[in-house]
T-cell receptor, first 110, second 113 residues
Framework: TQLLEQSPQFLSIQEGENLTVYCNSS?????LQWYRQEPGEGPVLLVT?????EVKKLKRLTFQFGDARKDSSLHITAAQPGDTGLYLC??????????FGAGTILRVKS | DVKVTQSSRYLVKRTGEKVFLECVQD?????MFWYRQDPGLGLRLIYF???????EKGDIPEGYSVSREKKERFSLILESASTNQTSMYLC????????????FGQGTRLTVV
């Protein structure tokens, strides 16, 4: 199984600040997915990126897939307390198997 | 909307017991997954099934087995529960084919005492 390294593990910021979460691997994935998980719930998909170099925007969230399809980033602009949660990246191996990074716990203070 | 249902939210079992965790999805998905989630370790894949009666080991299959007799149901079995299997267990399903999202159940918090 390919490994996904996610950083940072924990982020505590003030409302209005910007932040970036990174997801890196030495291997190529057929797609990269980002999920958000609230306490007591299962992860919920935010976005899927498939093409190398692809950039997707979801309101204040910007997702990027590296040109070589080995890494991805999630950038949040002007973070709000409602963005607080666990962010997980997941790489899709060939054969549809999903492997997850360790996650980034984001806390946005008002 | 897709629904993935796990049979229990919370479960407490004794060491050595045989434990069954059940997962049902209602959208005719080909793929089903069992993960365990521990703080700082993310989601680790235990087993993966891409069709009825078909299964593939994930990263941490030791101490677990699975059963998929029907397309909509994927069961995780702990043959002899141990305290190091205390964890949050998450079931997920997805359509076959690349780029498909996974839909997760709400999780089962298993405590082995």
């Amino acid at each position: 199984t390919q490994l996904l390294e996610q950083s940072p593990q924990f982020l505590s910021i003030q409302e209005g600040e910007n932040l970036t979460v990174y997801c890196n691997s030495s291997s190529v994935f057929s797609s990269l997915q980002w999920y958000r998980q609230e306490p007591g719930e299962g992860p919920v998909l935010l976005v899927t990126v498939v093409t190398g170099g692809e950039v997707k925007k979801l309101k204040r969230l910007t997702f990027q897939f590296g040109d070589a399809r080995k890494d991805s980033s999630l950038h949040i602009t002007a973070a709000q307390p409602g963005d607080t949660g666990l962010y997980l990246c997941a790489g899709e191996e060939y054969g549809n198997k999903l492997v997850f990074g360790a996650g980034t716990i984001l806390r946005v203070k008002s | 909307d897709v629904k993935v249902t796990q049979s229990s939210r919370y479960l407490v079992k004794r060491t050595g017991e045989k434990v069954f965790l059940e997962c049902v999805q209602d959208m005719d998905h080909e793929n089903m997954f069992w993960y365990r989630q521990d703080p700082g370790l993310g989601l680790r894949l235990i087993y993966f099934s891409y069709d009825v009666k078909m299964k593939e080991k994930g990263d941490i299959p030791e101490g677990y087995s699975v059963s998929r007799e029907k397309k909509e149901r994927f069961s995780l079995i702990l043959e002899s529960a141990s305290t190091n299997q205390t964890s949050m267990y998450l079931c997920a399903s997805s359509l076959g084919g690349p780029g498909q999202r996974a839909f997760f159940g709400q999780g089962t918090r298993l405590t082995v005492v």
